[in-house]
């Protein structure tokens, strides 16, 4: 198994970014999608999770802001983010039930 998160950067605050995470070795369509984040001196929250059918659950803190889907004949997640402030700063990650990838950094700041 193999999955990989795309797409960090540094942006600025009011900024968009998106990302992309591809799977490899698994039933891609059977798996639900998790999007996770750790920041700085924080602990992990989830900030999107992707079910079979395509819909999509967000933390409230993130809701509004961004957005998520899924491509199952591309084998990729996707998390839109808009709007960043300085606290959506953090490693970003997708975990597919238990199958976690590398993260991907994503830095808000003037």
């Known amino acids: 198994v193999q999955l990989q998160a795309y797409g960090g950067g540094l942006v600025q605050p009011g900024g968009s970014i998106s990302l992309s995470c591809t799977a490899s070795g698994i039933d891609f369509p059977i798996y639900i999608i998790n999007w996770y984040r750790q920041g700085p001196s924080r602990p992990r929250e989830l900030v999107a999770q992707i079910s079979r059918s395509g819909s999509v659950g967000y933390a409230s803190s993130v809701s509004g802001r961004f957005a998520s889907s899924r491509d199952n004949a591309k084998r990729t997640a996707y998390l839109h983010m808009n709007n960043l402030t300085p606290g959506d700063t953090a490693l970003y990650y997708c975990?597919?039930?238990?199958?976690r990838g590398q993260g991907t950094l994503v830095t808000v700041s003037s």
């Open positions: 975990d597919f039930m238990g199958y």
